[in-house]
């Protein structure tokens, strides 16, 4: 089984399609969304309808869960940038695209992989594993293998040994990609890193193929057209600021 794993791509179709375009290349069998689709950018539609073509496994995010809140009157107006492109893009969503949001589960165990797959962490929406601290914690308290969250868009692995948690949690940055093969005799938090908005100073969109058989967990890095995105961005009537650390990857 080949996972085609991807998270946050906060509306960012051109990020998606380039994603897509090297992906299929390389192959995979299912498809993973880690949360986080929506939010911040300006193709909220155009991202849903290519989840949807690809019959992909979407899960709740942060920004999903927020703009259901906003949708059912849950959540309070607020002046950030946040609720800026969470309000838009609930204008522009129609009913049947915010009815399939509303099925979006928190978290999957997907089939032909014993994994846990989760938006922040593997007991938590909202948590992130963006420290050995963290990854400690989850660790302790979850007793799975394998898992697979989103949420810091940093690609990135914490493992530790398939033993009592104690003192060897390690962790490895993926910035520029590469291959990380999980050893028969450690637990590991696999991160994809962000399709649409990278935060580890590379802006190229971020990816993973996880190889259940070679039990490979692979970050490809992809250029796109950031301009294109960064200008819809703008014509949007969204902060600027969403589209000029676009190309600073933060």
């Not at 898992?147 to 910035?175: D, R, S």
């Not at 520029?176 to 450690?186: K, M, N, W």
């Not at 971020?206 to 070679?214: F, G, I, N, P």
């Amino acid at each position: 089984m080949r996972l085609l794993l991807l998270s946050d791509i906060h509306a960012n179709q051109p990020a998606l399609t380039a994603v897509l375009r090297d992906a299929a290349v390389r192959g995979f069998d299912q498809v993973i969304h880690l949360g986080d689709a929506l939010g911040y950018g300006p193709h909220p539609r155009e991202v849903l309808s290519t989840l949807r073509a690809l019959n992909a496994t979407c899960l709740l995010g942060n920004h999903e869960q927020m703009l259901l809140a906003y949708a059912d009157g849950r959540r309070p107006g607020a002046s950030s940038v946040v609720a800026a492109a969470l309000l838009w893009q609930l204008e522009e969503l129609t009913p049947a695209e915010l009815a399939w949001v509303r099925t979006w589960p928190d978290g999957t165990d997907p089939p032909g992989v014993d994994a846990r797959c989760r938006h922040g962490t593997p007991l938590s929406l909202d948590d992130y594993t963006d420290s050995i601290t963290a990854a400690r914690d989850a660790f302790t308290r979850w007793p799975g293998r394998l898992a697979f969250v989103g949420h810091t868009h940093l690609p990135a692995v914490y493992a530790t040994l398939k033993a009592p948690v104690g003192e060897w949690i390690k962790h490895q940055a993926l910035t520029e990609g590469g291959a990380y093969l999980v050893p028969p005799a450690a637990r590991v938090i696999l991160n994809p890193g962000s399709v649409g908005q990278p935060r580890d100073g590379n802006p190229q969109a971020s990816y993973a193929l996880y190889d259940s058989v070679r039990g490979s967990f692979e970050v490809v890095r992809v250029p796109y057209d950031v301009a294109r995105t960064q200008e819809a961005i703008l014509a949007a009537g969204l902060p600027p600021v969403l589209a000029a650390r676009l190309a600073i990857g933060k």
